[in-house]
């Protein structure tokens, strides 16, 4: 009782000082940044001291989050003393901003612990500088997120896309990485274009660009429309929906691996934020064919990242490609919640925007995770590539004993919380036929079954992954040397881990936070849960999941086998070599490679793929099987565009000619055109 | 909630554990009958497991831990799956933890199991087996799904449970989508379950198996778990279907021990006949190559999204 007490006002002190708390974490968060400058080249100081304290910060972040989302506080304002002048910085916490802080508290303390274990010295960029871009990113994140105006907004995302290009880009030195990094910053400023230009459209000849007048402001449908469509190009290009995701498979597999993991677990999520700002909070959900396009690019790039996913060899770009899968299930649980929006249906919509937001919640702490297994992976091997891995459960334990764990959750199976979320959405599918439109409602079935089909297939890549990586024998005789992560990357991937294990157990914690997001968006929160014990997010009678009870049941039915078997079965274990068929001379080169495991998505879906296959002739003598597969939207519509660019290039460059006189002269006219244009109007 | 539905629960936890053995062997012995061989006896499963619990495992060197653990989870899933699904009574408390869509991600956990197990020792034909398995299952799984989709639509639940009860409760008319929904279930069912067309649970032929590819490393007691496990998953999925398409009999919410009895006798009457069933389409089809697989479970899924297309037609006809 005295506890209830004592937590009661805590949670008080806290929330009357909530946005002024949030403020103090970002801004220590810069000043971590500043404090990497002062001995940039130790690696002690900067990762080993600093990093650590970042992660604390994170923590705090989190724990704040939760309690202002747990306090179910209304939304705190406040302008800040910067900016420019007559144009200050806005900022506003409320509940849809808190689940996201929360989200990058969470994911970030982790991350932040692994990355404190990972930077060597002498790996490209000096310590001191990623320590800076490192925290300026993670504070930029939080920024967008509470950023209450649409040029604080663009300042902060902007920060974040720069930041991180220089993280993306720290071993400059290898032009793969400096390629990935220029086609990452061309697609995120092409992304923030339309960002700017949606914000353009939805002040709607008001001239303010605080998000207060823009949710006041009357459009046409036209217009909403457009201000619509500029924030799913300019979101979806950095969430990597498709087609606009062709920099996340080159630019996650060149980051380091905490950064990797920060770009796909945080930055991803940030685009989540953004169109969910702009789609609920600024345009109200007006119309239910926003729902259709995002579901359907939402279903697509579901299935697309699953089975491009399932036929990569490197393991880092396996992963970016299952981002990509994840931020579609994402989509189309947001596409799902406006159709019911739009349609009036306020139930079903905040089922399926809380299945949206917890997706995005597990999604930054399984990838996150996974990333950072990557890394230790990379740094006790030096191999990235799947068919040059093998056997590591036998040499990194820990690492492959937590990698499990963060498989089986984004694989969506129970007990984990990747099954929660997919759960609530297929609920969501379900609750379909009762919509208005009886087009629609024909079609959507067809969209659940895409839905089902993209989960089953991301188990069929995590065990791809997993498999390849850590069982079986080592495909190369150095892999016997691997070392297991140091114990802050321990650390950071237990934490992770049992962010993933506590979500899927007692996944109305999760739901309850969701809640207060959809409550503020739709007005409405999914049922309440009938006992601490299970979930029913719309009525005890139509569905129940309860994932304590689940893992219960599996571990006690798991004990009481094993100690039943051990007083029936008295055989002793013997240790022999695996049967060999009779033929001893195989070795550890005749397992499954990467490219044989996706050999049947290949043969299935081959009208997904551009394929170069080069197969060995009987009269080789050294015969080798190699198989290029290339994604057909680079042909299809990022070439063609790529190559009338350069022609427009070419024809006015002309106007590039080297003489500081001819541009000052032609700014100079424009300027005048300007003027003119203006006072003629 | 009630002492004696945990009693219920047991029983029937219970009884799932200790007949999925015969029914196996009964599938068993009505193929040796249609294909004129002499059978073995019908507690032929029973000794087999008796053997395996007896013996030394011969455990391949360089096996994790993973590798050992593998049975025994598989086993707790199929058991926790026995007592979600209502094979005699639905006053089933365990049953609210988890609904059809859980069941799905219930079996998908014992196959990822089983698929990482395979590849843990390395040798090509474990990996050959869970590459197979795991196309087989993300096949199978949307198929499944849609059948739970249409029994939904029909029913308005995805708890087991309550659509036997709702189910006992209005019966309606017979919708024409549940036939589609049936056959669907019934190609889902064949190759989840590692029979023919898909696989041969008899072959021991390299090239054609998924399911004996996997446990090829297996022996002893581990052995016996997973065949056990795979013959409560078999059982299950039967039990799945009664539930879904023949549920009469079953003993619905605050029935008597004189019920309970009666729906014991139904079940067994009931899966006698769907094991004899099982076994006539065994007999009578013939095992597809490995790439005809991928054909044949996208057609259980076009059946089903027919259902599910059918059903949606037909509703909206009756309500304009």
């Known amino acids: ?681 | 909630m009630r002492g004696i539905a945990f009693v219920w629960q047991f029983g029937e936890v219970v009884l799932a554990i200790a007949l999925a053995p015969l029914f196996a062997g009964w599938i068993g012995q009505c193929r040796a009958w249609m294909q004129n061989r002499s059978s073995p006896p019908l507690t032929q499963q029973y000794r087999m497991l008796r053997k395996l619990f007896n013996k030394d495992v011969a455990l391949a060197d360089n096996a994790s831990r993973l590798f050992r653990t593998a049975p025994y989870v598989l086993f707790a899933s199929m058991v926790l799956a026995a007592a979600i699904i209502p094979s005699v009574v639905t006053d089933l408390p365990f049953a609210r933890a988890a609904d059809a869509i859980a069941l799905i991600g219930l079996f998908a956990t014992a196959r990822v199991f089983q698929a990482l197990a395979a590849m843990d020792i390395g040798t090509s034909f474990g990996t050959m087996g869970a590459r197979r398995e795991m196309m087989v299952g993300f096949l199978a799984e949307p198929a499944l799904f849609m059948v739970f989709f249409n029994a939904f639509l029909l029913f308005g639940s995805t708890a087991l449970t309550s659509l036997v009860d709702n189910y006992a409760t209005h019966p309606s008319v017979i919708d024409p989508s549940v036939i589609f929904a049936g056959i669907a279930f019934v190609m889902v069912l064949l190759a989840e379950n590692a029979r023919i067309p898909i696989d041969n649970p008899a072959t021991h032929l390299e090239l054609t198996m998924i399911h004996e590819a996997m446990v090829l490393e297996y022996s002893a007691r581990h052995l016996a778990l997973v065949e056990w496990a795979s013959s409560v998953k078999l059982f299950n999925y039967a039990c799945i279907g009664i539930a879904l398409f023949l549920p009469w009999g079953i003993a619905i919410h605050g029935a008597n021990i004189r019920a309970v009895l009666i729906a014991l006798a139904v079940l067994v009457v009931k899966l006698a006949f769907c094991g004899a069933g099982l076994a006539l389409i065994e007999s009578l089809s013939a095992k597809l190559r490995i790439f005809r697989a991928p054909e044949f479970l996208a057609m259980a899924f076009l059946i089903a999204v027919l259902g599910l297309l059918v059903h949606l037609l037909l509703g909206a006809n009756t309500s304009a």
């Not at chain 1, 089902?452 to 990586?469: Q, S």
């Not at chain 1, 569905?543 to 009481?560: C, K, M, N, R, W």
């Open chain 1, 1 to 681: 009782m005295n506890f209830h007490i004592w937590a009661t006002s805590a949670i008080n002190i806290i929330s009357t000082h909530e946005l002024s708390s949030v403020m103090t974490v970002v801004a220590c968060w810069l000043v971590l940044a500043i404090a990497c400058l002062v001995r940039p080249h130790s690696i002690r100081y900067v990762a080993r001291f600093l990093f650590p304290l970042g992660a604390l910060a994170c923590v705090a972040m989190s724990c704040l989050a939760a309690a202002i989302l747990l306090s179910g506080q209304s939304p705190e304002v406040a302008t800040l003393a910067l900016g420019l002048p007559d144009l200050p910085f806005h900022v506003r916490l409320d509940a849809l901003s808190a689940f996201f802080l929360m989200l990058l508290g969470l994911a970030g303390a982790g991350i932040s612990t692994f990355a404190a274990g990972y930077f060597r010295s002498g790996e490209g960029t000096a310590p001191g500088l990623l320590g800076l871009q490192y925290h300026v990113f993670l504070a930029s994140m939080a920024v967008v997120m509470l950023a209450d105006d649409a040029y604080l907004f663009m300042v902060a995302w902007e920060t974040m896309a720069l930041t991180s290009y220089f993280l993306v880009t720290s071993q400059h030195r290898i032009p793969e990485i400096r390629r990935a990094g220029f086609l990452y910053l061309l697609m995120a400023h092409l992304g923030a274009v339309c960002i700017l230009l949606s914000f353009g459209v939805m002040q709607g000849g008001s001239w303010q660009f605080t998000f207060d007048a823009m949710r006041n402001a009357t459009l046409t449908p036209f217009w909403a429309t457009a201000a619509f469509t500029l924030a799913l190009l300019g979101f979806g290009a950095k969430a990597g929906l498709v087609p606009m995701h062709v920099w996340l498979p080159e630019a996650h597999p060149a980051a380091p691996s905490p950064v990797s993991a920060m770009m796909s677990g945080l930055m991803l999520k940030t685009a989540v934020y953004g169109l969910l700002r702009i789609a609920f909070d600024l345009l109200h959900v007006q119309f239910w064919q926003w729902g259709v396009v995002l579901l359907v690019l939402g279903l697509f790039s579901g299935l697309f990242g699953a089975i491009f996913a399932a036929v990569q060899t490197d393991m880092k770009r396996l992963l970016a490609y299952s981002s990509i899968e994840n931020v579609g299930l994402i989509f189309t649980a947001i596409g799902l919640s406006i159709l019911f929006a739009a349609s009036h249906m306020p139930l079903y919509g905040a089922l399926a925007l809380a299945a949206a937001l917890i997706h995005a919640l597990n999604h930054s702490l399984f990838k996150s995770m996974l990333f950072l297994a990557t890394g230790s992976v990379l740094h006790a091997t030096r191999q990235r590539s799947l068919g040059k891995l093998g056997g590591l459960i036998r040499f990194m334990p820990w690492v492959a004993t937590l990698a499990l764990i963060g498989t089986l959750a984004i694989a969506g199976l129970p007990p984990l919380n990747g099954f929660v979320s997919e759960w609530l959405l297929l609920q969501a599918f379900l609750s379909t036929p009762q919509l208005p439109h009886a087009f629609v409602n024909m079609l959507i079935p067809l969209g659940a079954a895409a839905l089902a089909l993209t989960v089953a297939l991301a188990a069929y890549v995590m065990v791809k992954f997993y498999g390849v990586i850590f069982l079986g024998q080592p495909r190369e005789a150095s892999l016997k040397e691997a070392h297991d992560a140091n114990w802050l990357e321990r650390i950071g991937l237990c934490w992770l881990a049992v962010g993933c294990v506590v979500i899927g157990v007692q996944p109305q914690l999760a739901l309850k936070a969701a809640g207060r997001a959809t409550g503020m968006l739709l007005g409405q929160a999914v049922a309440p849960p009938p006992s601490i014990w299970r979930i029913a997010p719309i009525s005890s009678e139509q569905a129940s999941y309860s994932g304590s009870i689940f893992l219960a049941v599996i571990l006690s039915v798991v004990a009481i086998t094993f100690l039943a078997v051990r007083l029936v079965a008295h055989g002793r274990v013997r240790r022999t070599a695996a049967w060999d068929c009779g033929y001893p001379w195989q070795n550890s080169r005749m397992q499954d490679t990467a490219e044989g495991f996706g050999q049947p998505i290949r043969h299935m879906f081959d009208s997904f793929f551009k394929m170069e296959r080069d197969l060995p002739l009987p009269t080789d003598i050294r015969p080798r099987y190699r198989i290029h597969i290339e994604d057909r939207f680079w042909s299809a519509l990022y070439q063609p565009v790529a190559a009338v660019v350069q022609r427009l290039a070419d024809a006015i460059s002309f106007l590039q000619g080297g003489r500081l006189a001819f541009y000052l002269l032609s700014s100079f006219l424009t300027l005048l055109a300007l003027l003119v244009l203006v006072l003629w109007q």
